[in-house]
């Protein structure tokens, strides 16, 4: 009787080590391969970029930084309500953290430095999507196909990364679909672009004010001019790569934009009503042309769904720009 007890508790524990073994599963990060050893559903998100990330895939995390300054400045996806806010994105409250017992940290690796505290809280995975060290030059004819464009290294890793927390989250399937509906919208926004303009898009300069007289100007790998080259559209002042994709300049740079060209601004930007006042604005031949227009609150540094959004926002302004100024068409 003994015997059979005692076989019958082998059986048992061995079958409830199988089962626990088949719920652990791998997942990758930017440091390399990980266990889990169940999907989770309390997930924190540690930046903007990983909030919207997550929050694509129909997750809402229990935990990320300065909501309000997502909601002014991010805007896509909305945060739900009850979400906590957990204080800045450089220094996260880690004990506020701690208490909110999450199953697993999601972080860009702005924040690797944090890994051996965060992984006493949950396990912690890494996203780098924008990297200084991502080959931003153009490749050659004959080297490896790469997703969507030869040229924008920070928006491949963006859609990889996605691809990869999705597999964390249980939503590849979700994941695929997104990715999918993201190229076909594009391709129906550059579809309006050309009813407005014509077959011969305008060049394009996006920036962001820094102050009246500064701005922040995106160029290669940046993901606003990522979104313009899905839409057809070149830049009309070309910048370097670089980590963000931004380049700082004097807002004198613009008068080197022609009057049959387009500039566009991303809002926020609080002293807009002066800007308009200032004689060095008024006197700059795409504005003279009635060719600048605003576009409504978008994240240039945030994830896959970032490029649909961009998209979208471009596309907007652009057209506001066709219908008001008819000498921007073709």
Same mark, same amino acid.
């Given at each position: ?10 059986? $048992? ?44 895939? +129909? ?172 839409? +057809? ?10 980590? $963000? +994709? ?34 060095? $604005? ?16 978008? $994240?240039?540094?945030? +994830? ?27």
């Amino acid at each position: 009787m003994r015997t059979y007890i005692v076989l019958i508790a082998v059986i $048992w524990l061995g079958s409830f080590s199988h089962s626990v073994a088949a719920a652990a599963y791998q997942v990758t990060d930017s440091r390399g391969q990980h266990t889990l050893t169940h999907i989770p559903k309390r997930v924190a998100a540690m930046n903007w970029d990983i909030a919207e990330q997550v929050l694509s895939l +129909g997750v809402t995390p229990v935990a990320m930084p300065n909501i309000a300054g997502y909601r002014a400045w991010v805007k896509q996806p909305d945060v739900p309500q009850g979400v906590e806010d957990i204080g800045r994105r450089a220094e996260p409250n880690l004990e506020k953290l701690a208490r909110l017992k999450p199953d697993v940290i999601i972080a860009d690796s702005t924040l690797l430095e944090l890994a051996p505290t965060l992984s006493k809280i949950a396990p912690v995975l890494f996203y780098t999507t924008y990297s200084v060290k991502h080959e931003n030059s153009p490749k050659r004819e004959d080297s490896p196909k790469r997703e969507n464009s030869p040229k924008h290294e920070n928006a491949k890793a963006a859609i990889e990364n996605f691809r990869l927390i999705a597999q964390v989250l249980g939503r590849e399937t979700l994941a695929e679909q997104r990715l999918t509906q993201m190229n076909q919208e594009i391709a129906s926004l550059k579809q309006q672009l050309h009813q407005a303009y014509g077959h011969s898009l305008p060049k394009v300069a996006v920036f962001r004010f820094a102050s009246p007289t500064a701005i922040y100007l995106y160029g290669d790998n940046a993901m606003p001019q990522y979104a313009l080259s899905l839409l +057809g559209i070149a830049p009309v002042l070309p910048m370097p790569s670089s980590q $963000w +994709g931004v380049t700082q300049k004097r807002l004198r740079i613009l008068s080197q934009i022609p009057a049959t060209d387009v500039a566009l601004y991303i809002r926020p930007f609080e002293q807009e009503a002066r800007l308009r006042k200032s004689v060095m $604005w008024q006197a700059l031949p795409v504005v003279k042309a009635g060719h600048v227009h605003a576009v409504e609150p978008v $994240w240039s540094y945030g +994830g896959a769904m970032s490029i649909l959004y961009n998209a979208r926002a471009l596309t907007q302004a652009l057209i506001a720009v066709a219908k008001a100024a008819p000498t921007a068409r073709d």
